[in-house]
């Protein structure tokens, strides 16, 4: 894979353990920077945060927010990528380019509602088949997404 082309991939207040350390694995994977905006639902020293990502944490590049205004304020609004369920917009729509920011709210309420409306023509979602079920996991979502992005930006 071509190390020039970096992301960012934004975790806003992230509540499963697992979730954060499999993204921090994927992101040591691809050179991606990983944003996490607080209160985080753990300690960074959570024995299962620590166990998805394995070993790989010193190849992960790690961000820390105080809060969301705070992360928003600090970035360009079209370098802003933003993931949820409600909307329409498929993610294979949206036209990513290195150094992205690739957005998902916490696993239990999603991004605040607020922050969808401000950036609505942003705002992008995975389909899914069975109105069953309510989203994807956030570690699977947050790979589908990056990869994607990444096939876009990486030379055939």
């Not at 509540?15 to 990983?34: H, K, M, Q, W, Y």
């Not at 088949?129 to 947050?142: D, G, H, K, P, V």
């Amino acid at each position: 894979m071509d190390n020039t082309h970096f992301f960012n991939i934004v975790l806003v207040e992230p509540e499963i353990p697992p979730n954060t350390g499999s993204i921090a694995r994927l992101c040591g994977a691809t050179n991606t920077v990983l944003h996490l905006v607080h209160p985080l639902g753990f300690s960074t020293d959570d024995k299962h945060l620590i166990r998805a990502g394995l070993d790989y944490w010193q190849f992960v590049k790690i961000h820390h927010w105080a809060s969301l205004d705070e992360f928003l304020q600090a970035q360009q609004e079209l370098q802003l990528f933003f993931f949820t369920t409600k909307v329409d917009r498929r993610y294979t729509s949206a036209r990513f380019t290195p150094g992205c920011f690739l957005i998902f709210g916490k696993e239990t309420k999603g991004l605040p509602e607020d922050i969808l409306q401000l950036y609505h023509d942003r705002c992008y979602t995975l389909p899914m088949e069975n109105s069953n079920i309510r989203s994807l996991n956030l570690a699977m979502t947050a790979g589908i997404v990056l990869y994607e992005a990444l096939r876009q930006c990486v030379s055939e």
